[in-house]
């Protein structure tokens, strides 16, 4: 199970850059393999479940600072382990002109 979300607190000025890193701390402790980029976070996870309660608290986190929060998420509900690699790697690899 992999999840892409995206946090961003509203009405709390334009540097949010403090109030999001609140969101990717909760992720970072969750234990669960992540990545964090310029737009989103993703997790991996086993269940729905595990992965959409560290989603869930990294909102929290950011409503405890903020009068509003935006949530934006995207999943890819399939079994497996180390997906958040191996979809890249298949990218590279096609890029490379392999097969």
Same mark, same amino acid.
């Given at each position: 199970?992999?999840?892409?979300?995206? &946090? %961003?607190?509203?009405?709390?000025?334009?540097?949010?850059?403090?109030?999001?890193?609140?969101?990717?701390? &909760?992720?970072?402790?969750s234990g669960l393999p992540n990545h964090t =980029?310029?737009?989103? %976070?993703? &997790?991996?996870? =086993? %269940?729905? =479940?595990?992965?959409?309660?560290?989603?869930?608290?990294a909102v929290a986190a950011v409503e405890a600072?903020?009068?509003?929060?935006?949530? &934006?998420?995207?999943?890819?509900?399939?079994?497996?382990?180390?997906?958040?690699?191996?979809?890249?790697a298949s990218v590279e690899r096609h890029l490379?002109?392999?097969?």
């Amino acid at each position: 199970m992999l999840v892409a979300f995206s &946090v %961003t607190p509203i009405g709390a000025g334009e540097e949010v850059g403090e109030l999001v890193a609140e969101a990717v701390r &909760v992720v970072r402790e969750s234990g669960l393999p992540n990545h964090t =980029d310029a737009m989103f %976070t993703t &997790v991996e996870g =086993d %269940t729905w =479940d595990q992965v959409l309660a560290v989603v869930r608290d990294a909102v929290a986190a950011v409503e405890a600072r903020s009068p509003r929060v935006s949530l &934006v998420l995207k999943a890819d509900a399939r079994p497996g382990e180390g997906r958040m690699e191996a979809k890249v790697a298949s990218v590279e690899r096609h890029l490379a002109g392999g097969a």
